[in-house]
């Protein structure tokens, strides 16, 4: 499926929901934009659906620097983190 195909696909959805795109185009954008994440959102739903997904615990936000990965103990993280 080419990516035009998929853009027709969300007109057309856009129409049978009775959604209408407004004259201005950046309000119309948006408008299928968020028609688009809604679709995204269910095909991660559906692909998601029945996988076992790994457990991330909760990172604390290290100041200045990317949040770590939790390094198997809370000491290890804050070790990460530039913290004692």
């Keep these: 499926m080419d990516i035009a195909r998929i853009a027709?696909?969300?007109?057309q959805f856009v129409a049978a929901e009775k959604?209408?795109?407004a004259e201005d185009l950046n309000a119309a954008?948006?408008?299928l934009r968020d028609q688009v994440l809604r679709s995204?959102?269910?095909?991660?739903e559906w692909d998601l659906a029945g996988k076992r997904l790994a457990y991330e615990a909760a990172?604390?936000?290290?100041?200045g620097k990317a949040n770590p990965?939790?390094?198997g103990s809370?000491?290890?993280?804050?070790?990460r983190c530039g913290g004692p």
Excluded at 8 to 11: A, F, G, K, R, T
Excluded at 40 to 44: E, L, P
Excluded at 59 to 63: D, K, L, V
Aim: aromatic share 4%.
């Design 69 to 71: 990965k939790f390094g």
């Design 40 to 44: 995204g959102d269910r095909a991660m």
């Design 19 to 21: 959604i209408e795109l």
């Design 74 to 79: 809370a000491q290890e993280t804050r070790r």
């Design 8 to 11: 027709q696909e969300v007109l």
């Design 29 to 31: 954008e948006q408008v």
């Design 59 to 63: 990172s604390p936000a290290c100041p």
